[in-house]
């Protein structure tokens, strides 16, 4: 399994308002043989978006298998792009009926990717710690100087002390470590399923799901410029029964503070809503917690959200069972009021999605990409639309 990239031009800029799907969803990727599996996207400064995802290669695999899979990226001021993954590293064998697969290690990786979609340079292991699976990488770029790449460490001991989500500080320039690995949450144990937000100043905050009193809760700690913490991390969900996972944060630079949105459980493990908070630039609750979906079945999954001019537009798959109804949006306001209806982005079914992905222009230019059947009824491919919010 390899990742693929394609480049969108530039779009034009939407106005501000209840989201709304400019033009047809059309087919990303070119090479139609292969499954096609978890699309990001992010644009540069010149308003082209960039959108990578993973595909899928055919054929019979035997020994050593490198797969490259959960990407990340994120637009540098360049035009450039800087892109993460997982490389994984499997000892396969296969026949015809069976296949028998024992990963062996994963890492991190990051490379930059030239504004037409070019790999620069080589990749660059981000994790210094090898031990263990290193995955699900996530990037923040800061002041157009350095990122910060977040990801989730299994150290695949009984005592889990190497569990946790972790980080680097990669100058952009040259894709290059400028730290030694920070250590993100403080609590040993399972940690998973990073998202960063940009603060003021070269400050960030970061979110995930843990282990809580009931079974599991969505966590946020803040970071100074230096990448030193301020304080230690704090649940962020009211709600505590079931499973709350999947967060997605993002910063509100009108007030300095951060709107987090998760997954969480109401009921049965199929019941699911969209959930938020708003916190203050210190991390205080800024108002109760909100209900973002409502939903057209019963389970609203895996959110994205983005904001733009004060408001935020919120991305989430829904599910009726086990089956997949359609990726859909919201915006709200800062209030956590709804402005306008839930929109249904796909009008080709969708594939069994577990993540969701938004990118966001400066300018205000939205695309929203996602595994869909938009050409091909017998074949999932890599879908986007682009939407007016």
């Not at 290059?176 to 998973?192: I, P």
């Not at 459980?265 to 916190?279: C, E, N, P, R, V």
């Amino acid at each position: 399994m390899w990742l693929t990239l394609a480049l969108l031009p530039a779009i034009a800029a939407p106005v501000l308002g209840q989201p709304r799907p400019l033009g047809d969803e059309f087919r990303v990727n070119a090479n139609t043989p292969y499954k096609q599996r978890n699309p990001v996207a992010a644009f540069n400064a010149g308003g082209s978006a960039l959108v990578v995802w993973e595909n899928d290669r055919a054929g019979l695999r035997q020994g050593l298998e490198i797969i490259r899979k959960e990407p990340a990226v994120a637009a540098l001021s360049t035009g450039d792009f800087l892109l993460a993954w997982t490389e994984e590293r499997d000892d396969v064998s296969a026949d015809l009926f069976m296949e028998t697969r024992d990963v062996l290690d994963r890492d991190v990786y990051v490379q930059k990717v030239s504004a037409a979609g070019v790999p620069v340079g080589s990749p660059l292991r981000v994790n210094a710690t090898t031990s263990g699976f290193q995955s699900n990488p996530r990037i923040l770029v800061r002041n157009n100087a350095d990122a910060v790449v977040a990801w989730q460490s299994d150290d695949r001991t009984a005592s889990k002390l190497g569990d946790g989500i972790f980080a680097r500080l990669v100058r952009t320039s040259n894709v290059q470590t400028t730290s030694g690995e920070l250590k993100l949450s403080s609590v040993a144990g399972f940690a998973a399923n990073a998202s960063l937000a940009a603060g003021a100043n070269g400050s960030f905050a970061v979110a995930w799901e843990a282990a809580d009193a009931d079974s599991q809760g969505v966590y946020v700690r803040l970071f100074d410029r230096s990448a030193s913490p301020r304080g230690t991390e704090f649940r962020v969900n009211t709600t505590v029964a079931g499973l709350q996972r999947r967060a997605a944060i993002t910063a509100d630079p009108n007030t300095g503070g951060y709107l987090v949105v998760w997954q969480g459980q109401a009921g049965t493990i199929k019941d699911s809503h969209i959930y938020g908070q708003f916190l203050g630039a210190g991390g205080n609750f800024v108002g109760p917690q909100i209900r973002v979906s409502q939903g057209v079945a019963q389970g609203q999954i895996s959110p994205s959200i983005a904001g733009l001019n004060g408001h935020f537009l919120v991305v989430w798959a829904d599910y009726a069972d086990i089956f997949p109804v359609g990726v859909f949006s919201v915006e709200i306001d800062r209030l956590g009021n709804a402005v306008g209806s839930e929109v249904e982005i796909n009008s080709a079914p969708i594939n069994a999605i577990s993540r969701t992905a938004i990118a966001v222009s400066p300018l205000g230019d939205v695309l929203i990409p996602w595994e869909g059947f938009t050409s091909d009824p017998s074949s999932p491919g890599i879908a986007a639309r682009r939407v007016d919010f």
